[in-house]
């Protein structure tokens, strides 16, 4: 079977390149398949380039099995929400190259990454759980505070408002903005050059300034798993 999530390692880069030939939706295998890509990254030692197809990075899970809820529904979100709390605590700089739309877990596992760029473009970042009558899961909120200024979060949060990429820039979504055909270039020189620091000092301060964070994350996958049980 093929893989969903491609791979490939150069000069201590590994670029992960998620492709359902879709909207990138993060079922159970994608999120099967970028955890394996993950650990190939680690085992390598590389710095992380996590991107999309064109035009999309991820639309959020796989709706269907979301709303059918039951056991494979609560499998899938605590998964998606592990590999948030994956990302955020990775050993490694994770660069992440918003190609498209980034909605709901799209953008949270986007808002996990280290250093975030995104194509210039028409397309929709969003939170858009209150919009299609969903609670926002307390794993998410988490992750949407530890990046978000706070106006741009209580919005974010309450009223799904989506935002340009330009506009995401301001509210915390993403670092920069690049020319679209510039964007595969740009990220990789970031990679590049984060491949000269020293890791054991990245990751020492990354947990040390996500610590709490982490926490909560944690908790709160419990908590919406709990939830989800309680549901079924």
């Given amino acids: 079977m093929s893989t969903l999530a491609g791979y490939q390692l150069e000069d201590s880069v590994a670029t992960i390149t998620m492709d359902d030939g879709k909207v990138n939706a993060l079922s159970l295998r994608m999120l099967l398949d970028v955890n394996a890509a ?43 929400f592990e590999l948030a709390e994956r990302v955020l605590s990775f050993p490694t700089p994770v660069v992440i190259a918003c ?24 397309y929709k970042i969003a939170a858009n759980e209150v919009a299609i ?3 926002m899961p307390r794993a998410a909120v988490e992750i ?12 974010a949060v309450t009223i799904a408002e989506p935002f340009s990429p330009d506009d995401a820039v301001e509210a915390g979504f993403l670092d920069r903005v690049i020319a679209g055909d ?13 491949t000269a620091l020293d890791m054991a000092a990245h990751r020492a301060s990354k947990l040390r300034a996500r610590g709490q964070t982490l926490a909560a994350i ?6 919406d798993a709990a939830g989800f049980r ?3």
């Fill in 38 to 80: 993950l650990d190939r990254a680690e085992t390598d030692r590389a710095v992380v380039l996590l991107t999309g197809r064109t035009g999309v990075f991820s639309a959020g899970f796989d709706l269907p099995v979301l709303r059918a809820g039951g056991h494979e529904a609560g499998v899938m979100v605590r998964a998606g």
């Fill in 218 to 223: 944690r908790a709160g996958i419990d908590a």
């Fill in 230 to 232: 309680a549901r079924a």
């Fill in 144 to 155: 949407l505070r530890q990046r978000l200024a706070p106006a741009h979060f209580n919005r």
């Fill in 182 to 194: 510039e964007l595969a270039d740009m990220a990789r020189a970031v990679a590049t050059q984060l």
């Fill in 99 to 122: 190609t498209g739309h980034a909605v709901a877990m799209g953008l949270f596992l986007l808002l996990s990454g280290d250093y975030r760029l995104g194509a210039a473009g028409g």
């Fill in 133 to 135: 009558g969903l609670t």
